[in-house]
């Protein structure tokens, strides 16, 4: 039998995973500034940020749509 859909704590999973993920972004800048990297490792940092960037924005859209799933389920 399946276990069932327990979405209490997503949001703040998600939150969390948002905090996570700025601080990686965050070590991958300090990392560029403070070491000898070719241009293209440079540039491939440059790009993942990015693509953390953009998992942020949806990660962030998630969190509104968990909070208002949670509001509708208390209306």
């Known amino acids: 039998m399946a276990k069932p859909d327990n979405r209490k704590d997503n949001a703040q999973k998600l939150k969390e ?4 993920t700025i601080g990686n972004i965050e070590a991958a ?7 000898h990297l070719s241009e ?3 540039q491939q940092v440059r790009e993942k940020n990015e693509r953390r960037r953009a998992s942020i924005d ?4 998630e ?3 968990e ?4 509001q509708n389920r208390y209306e």
Do not use: F
């Open 17 to 20: 995973m948002v905090q996570n």
């Open 29 to 35: 800048e300090e990392t560029m500034s403070n070491t």
């Open 40 to 42: 293209a490792q440079r």
């Open 58 to 61: 949806s990660m962030r859209n």
């Open 63 to 65: 969190i509104k749509d």
């Open 67 to 70: 909070a208002q799933a949670q």
